[in-house]
């Protein structure tokens, strides 16, 4: 994985990828490209073509993944897998990400993705604060790796994310 080049195609990506709840706009998404804490890889093939994309967030305590996707036409392919466990193998400080709940079947698929690349479930509530304006709040489940959570467990790296990702206020 090489780190982001052309933020346009990854932004594109992330729009065909993603239902718009769960991006922000492509200012604000661009916008975090100077944070410290957030960078964007991305894998290509042999061509240059853009094959996927894995966004993240790496502070202290934990690391935080925030999307991840894979090119429609090459899913399937081992290449997501690919990408998450190169990304899972450079510390040993723990990750989490956010899912949609198992109620449909990519919902599902998804979740059984992340289990099968050693994530864990966890199952208290949970709720992503809007990403654009005039957005509600989106329930969503923490999955974590290497080991599964508490919710009281969660509440710090929560936090975190509530002030440097979402920038709410517990």
């Known amino acids: 994985m090489e780190k982001v080049d052309s933020f346009e195609e990854v932004f594109e990506l992330m729009e065909a990828a993603f239902p718009v709840t769960e991006i922000r706009t ?4 661009r916008a975090l490209l100077s944070h410290p804490n957030y960078s964007i890889d991305v894998e290509r093939d ?8 894995l966004a993240s967030w790496s502070f202290s305590t934990f690391r935080f993944v925030e999307h991840i996707a ?28 956010e899912v949609e ?17 050693g994530f ?17 709040t989106l329930p969503l489940n923490i999955m974590s790796y290497p080991s ?19 920038k709410q206020l517990l």
């Open 70 to 97: 894979v090119n429609a036409a090459t899913r399937g392919g081992g290449i997501g897998k690919r990408m998450l466990t190169t990304y899972m193998s450079r510390t040993s400080t723990p990750i989490v990400l």
């Open 26 to 29: 492509y200012e604000g998404q």
């Open 120 to 136: 864990h479930l966890n199952l208290f509530p949970y709720a992503q604060p809007p990403l654009r304006e005039g957005q509600l």
């Open 148 to 166: 599964p959570m508490t919710e009281k467990e969660f509440n710090p790296s929560k936090h975190i994310l509530f002030t440097e990702v979402y």
């Open 101 to 117: 709940p198992p109620t449909a079947s990519d919902a599902t698929r998804r979740i059984e993705f992340y289990k099968r690349c």
């Open 46 to 53: 042999a061509q240059g073509q853009l094959l996927g994309f």
